[in-house]
């Protein structure tokens, strides 16, 4: 992969499960999580034309947005680091000291953080508030909230376009959207793409991808596995995230990943999958790795 961003090229790793066998279906996981060690998994696909748009533009600044938590946020500086850039980080809430590992993270990657009340920060995608920044901190490249634009979408296009043919569905979490619309897009038609929405009001997220990518309708949403919500998790999930470990070897944390594998596991249980189906999970990442603090 030539870029800016270094790559580590990711294996396809066949889950075996008596649960895809009795369901008579393969099922794979493409390993995107460990393609960096700190710009991750989708992120690293989402940041990648932005960065080189950034360069291309002469914009020496990224500037993004995102909640105290954000991966976007850590993939953000830990890129821009990498990439020589400077970068801001636009935080929604107040400033809680000490820095949690996140935030800490990005500080310590030169990131200059900014917080804004919830209120203020409604406001992020308004071309008004927007020239505001602008007026505030110069030229910059302005990324929206979870690197979703579309740059993003085509960044994740692109890495669909590196993946094998011959799998009947993809599935993949959604958090804004854009990753399972550059999938949809970069897939241009064959198979079928699932997204398992980690927040309520999955049916939202409809309208959201389809902005992102209106041309193909071979994809759906399974919107009842966000387990209460953003971020929330059960002692149900948790059991799921240790005992895949345990089986497989593969860590998953409960905001985006286990809830995907959750609802993997209970599709091919319920027989949604017809047998002889290859199936792919894309690992999105999301683990912060010891190296990666
Ligand atoms: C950000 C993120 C997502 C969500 O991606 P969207 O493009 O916003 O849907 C999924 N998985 C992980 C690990 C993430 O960090």
């Known amino acids: 992969m030539n870029s800016i961003l270094p790559y580590h090229t990711t294996p396809i790793q066949q889950l075996s ?8 279906i393969g099922v794979f996981v493409k390993r995107e999580d460990i393609n960096h060690p700190t710009v991750s998994g989708n992120k690293w696909w989402k940041l990648k034309y932005n960065v080189e748009e950034a360069i291309a533009q002469s914009r020496h600044t990224l500037l993004t947005f995102g909640g105290a938590y954000s991966n976007h946020i850590y993939a953000t500086a ?19 000291k000490p820095l949690n590992e996140t935030l800490s993270f990005a500080s310590a990657a030169g990131m200059q953080l900014y917080y804004l009340s919830r209120d203020t ?26 690197g979703s634009n579309e740059l993003g979408v085509a960044g994740v296009a692109a890495f669909a376009e590196t993946l094998p043919s011959d799998f009947d569905f993809i599935i993949c979490p959604v958090g804004t959207g854009a990753t399972l619309a550059g999938l949809i897009r970069g897939r241009a038609g064959k198979g079928t793409l699932i997204g398992v929405p980690v927040l309520k009001g999955g049916d939202a997220w409809i309208k959201e991808v389809e902005a992102f990518q209106p041309q193909y309708a071979n994809w759906r949403l399974f919107g009842d596995y966000h387990f209460g919500g953003y971020a929330k998790s059960t002692p149900q999930l948790e059991m799921s995230i240790r005992a895949f470990a345990e089986r497989h070897g593969i860590p998953t944390e409960h905001i985006y990943s286990a809830k995907m594998f959750f609802a993997l596991y209970d599709l091919a249980a319920k027989g949604f999958f017809k047998p002889g189906a290859n199936v792919l999970a894309l690992h999105t990442g999301g683990i912060r790795t010891p190296q990666s603090i």
């Open 17 to 24: 499960d008596p649960v895809f066998v009795n369901a008579g």
């Open 121 to 146: 920060y409604r406001r992020k995608d308004e071309p008004a508030f927007i020239n505001e920044l602008t007026e505030r901190f110069g030229r910059c490249h302005i990324i929206p909230e979870g």
């Open 78 to 96: 830990a890129a821009a680091q990498v990439a020589g850039l400077r970068s801001i980080g636009i935080i929604r809430g107040e400033e809680i």
